[in-house]
């Protein structure tokens, strides 16, 4: 399964410096996207699984789910971090500036300060029990957020930030190929995080 990942993401590396063709007022700085949003929606799935395994610890009190749930809410800072540093560099590139408070990176700089403060209270306390309790809670009420700081919130205002796949209208524009190889780069990064996932998870729990 290892050996499958692995290649799947250097096949997926290959065809976005080797085949994917330049875009459209972008040229080949669309590269930067087949990087950024993966990550970016890993990012968005491990807060989400996160909540899901907080929300089954609630409800069974069995402390396999509070692991599950740090973990992932931790691989998905981690993501988040990626997406972040991506997209200063793309700003970079095509506005001149790493950081410019647009919508979406005032949006994803929000996710940080929120799921690094969720590893501080966790940090913080150290009875199992409290500690998986609060922040289970925690976690459940930080993905309310996630949906209108990724997906809503930003389309209220005016950004910078390109729209590769899906214009305002919410139509599909982009060339089939690239299309093709932005799936296979999500899939690939979602295959990464499950990687890191189940490894973490499986040497946490050996050593109990």
């Not at 968005?44 to 740090?70: H, N, P």
């Not at 799921?115 to 009875?127: E, K, M, P, T």
């Not at 409290?130 to 459940?140: D, G, K, M, N, T």
């Not at 930003?154 to 209208?169: G, Q």
Request: hydrophobic share 55%.
């Amino acid at each position: 399964m290892k050996l499958a990942v692995s290649l799947w993401i250097i096949g997926v590396v290959y065809a976005v410096f080797y085949i994917v063709p330049p875009a459209e007022g972008l040229g080949y700085l669309v590269r930067v996207a087949f990087f950024h949003i993966p990550v970016a929606w890993v990012s968005v799935l491990a807060f989400l699984l996160s909540a899901f395994w907080s929300m089954q610890y609630l409800r069974t009190q069995e402390i396999r789910y509070d692991w599950k749930s740090s973990v992932a809410a931790t691989l998905g800072l981690l993501f988040c971090l990626l997406a972040t540093v991506s997209g200063a560099i793309f700003a970079k590139l095509t506005w001149g500036a790493y950081w410019n408070w647009d919508p979406r990176q005032t949006t994803i700089f929000i996710l940080l300060l929120i799921y690094g403060a969720y590893l501080v209270l966790r940090a913080s306390i150290q009875d199992e029990e409290q500690r998986a309790r609060i922040s289970a809670v925690y976690a459940l009420l930080s993905s309310l957020t996630v949906p209108f700081l990724v997906f809503i919130i930003p389309r209220f205002y005016f950004s910078l930030h390109p729209e590769p796949v899906f214009n305002k209208a919410g139509k599909l524009e982009m060339d089939a190929i690239m299309l093709y190889i932005l799936l296979a780069a999500v899939g690939a990064c979602t295959a990464l995080f499950w990687q890191l996932f189940q490894h973490i998870v499986h040497n946490k729990q050996k050593s109990v």
